[in-house]
């Protein structure tokens, strides 16, 4: 029995990939296309011992007491949280690995899949056309090198450099250590991903002593942008919350990009649709793009594709710009 099928409902999942020089051929699915833009490979103990549990969303962010134990307090977060059916994740690396891509493909979700090179590389073979292979940059540890990034691109072994997570040591974009990979990601005319956005609540105090939330502004890379003009970068996150200064630079440049990251489904319903509505009503939907920011539990992926699909103030128009469309362009991917 033939189907008939609109163009908006098939997507060539491989194409995507084939498209960038990445694989080859082309297979159907009748499921709308979405682009991650923020995924993780990582090992199932990457952010302590696994069971961890995570709210999707929070409905309140805990106290913390002064006297507290950062450990404790970290328990309340992501052990033991006080919200109805919080996400769980898996034991194993190889069951986290499963999970995830058995909901990109049953969700039709390509994927900029960002962590170490080697197990980017499992999920590869795993996951196939579903994973578009990313690492990041360590201005602090000067690694990888310049050099060694400028091979693994030419050897297509690396499609993105993200997630560049410098504002956790508290360096901030325009530190001069980052200016030599900038370069080369213009020269190269690779994407760069940096987390520009929320950590963990008390980020501080639980694991990265040097995070600072003044380095979400994205009005801090006005002169990278500046002096990088062909330099295609997607601030991760949104630069949450600083909703003006996220407004006044994509204003200003009008080639910056922003992914959702973890905002679209840990933080509270209204906070997140208040503030992509914000980034809408200024005239920046054609800009936004998704990222569910999954990293130990697989299931965060669906909750975020979720949280757009449901979102009671966008039109199908909006959710599909930000599901697929916004980072098509991005990407540069032909029809």
């Known amino acids: 029995m033939k189907t008939k099928l609109s163009c908006?409902?098939?997507?060539?999942?491989?194409?995507?990939?084939?498209?960038?020089?990445?694989?080859?051929?082309?297979?159907?699915?009748?499921?709308?296309?979405?682009?991650d833009m923020h995924l993780h490979a990582l090992h199932a103990n990457e952010l302590g011992p696994p069971p961890l549990s995570l709210c999707a969303p929070f409905p309140?962010?805990?106290?913390k007491d002064t006297h507290e134990d950062a450990a404790a307090y970290f328990a309340r977060v992501q052990i033991k949280p006080t919200c109805d059916s919080p996400l769980r994740s898996p034991l194993t690396d190889d069951e986290?690995?499963?999970?995830?891509?058995?909901?990109?493909?049953?969700?039709?979700?390509?994927?900029?899949t960002a962590g170490d090179l080697d197990m980017v590389e499992?999920?590869?073979?795993?996951?196939?056309?579903?994973?578009?292979?990313?690492?990041?940059?360590?201005?602090?540890?000067?690694?990888?090198?310049v050099d060694e990034l400028r091979q693994l691109v030419k050897g297509k072994r690396v499609f993105a450099f993200s997630e560049v997570s410098s504002q956790y040591e508290g360096i901030s974009v325009t530190d001069p250590r980052m200016e030599p990979y900038f370069a080369l990601a213009e020269e190269l005319d690779v994407p760069v991903g940096?987390?520009?956005?929320?950590?963990?609540?008390?980020?501080?105090?639980?694991?990265a002593p040097n995070y600072r939330m003044r380095l979400s502004s994205l009005l801090?890379?006005?002169?990278?942008?500046?002096?990088?003009?062909?330099?295609?970068?997607?601030?991760?996150?949104?630069?949450?919350?600083?909703?003006?200064?996220?407004?006044?630079?994509?204003?200003?440049?009008p080639q910056?990009?922003?992914?959702?990251?973890?905002?679209?489904?840990?933080?509270?319903?209204?906070?997140?649709?208040?503030?992509?509505?914000?980034?809408?009503?200024?005239?920046f939907e054609n800009r936004i793009m998704f990222g569910s920011d999954e990293m130990v539990w697989p299931d965060a992926e669906s909750a975020a594709i979720d949280t757009i699909q449901n979102a009671p103030s966008l039109t199908a128009g909006q959710k599909r710009d930000i599901l697929y469309n916004n980072a098509a362009r991005f990407l540069r991917l032909k029809p």
């Open 220 to 253: 801090l890379l006005e002169d990278v942008l500046v002096r990088h003009p062909k330099l295609r970068v997607w601030a991760m996150h949104a630069g949450w919350p600083l909703a003006d200064d996220a407004i006044a630079a994509l204003y200003a440049h």
């Open 256 to 283: 910056l990009y922003v992914d959702v990251g973890i905002i679209s489904y840990a933080f509270p319903r209204k906070q997140f649709y208040d503030y992509v509505q914000r980034l809408i009503d200024a005239g």
């Open 194 to 207: 940096i987390h520009m956005g929320p950590g963990p609540p008390g980020a501080p105090y639980v694991m």
């Open 122 to 145: 499992k999920w590869k073979q795993a996951g196939g056309d579903h994973i578009l292979p990313a690492t990041p940059f360590d201005p602090e540890s000067g690694k990888p090198t």
């Open 60 to 63: 309140i962010w805990p106290v």
């Open 96 to 112: 986290l690995m499963r999970r995830t891509i058995e909901i990109l493909r049953a969700r039709n979700v390509v994927a900029v």
């Open 8 to 35: 908006s409902s098939i997507i060539f999942t491989a194409c995507l990939s084939t498209l960038l020089g990445l694989t080859t051929p082309c297979t159907f699915a009748q499921v709308e296309p979405i682009i």
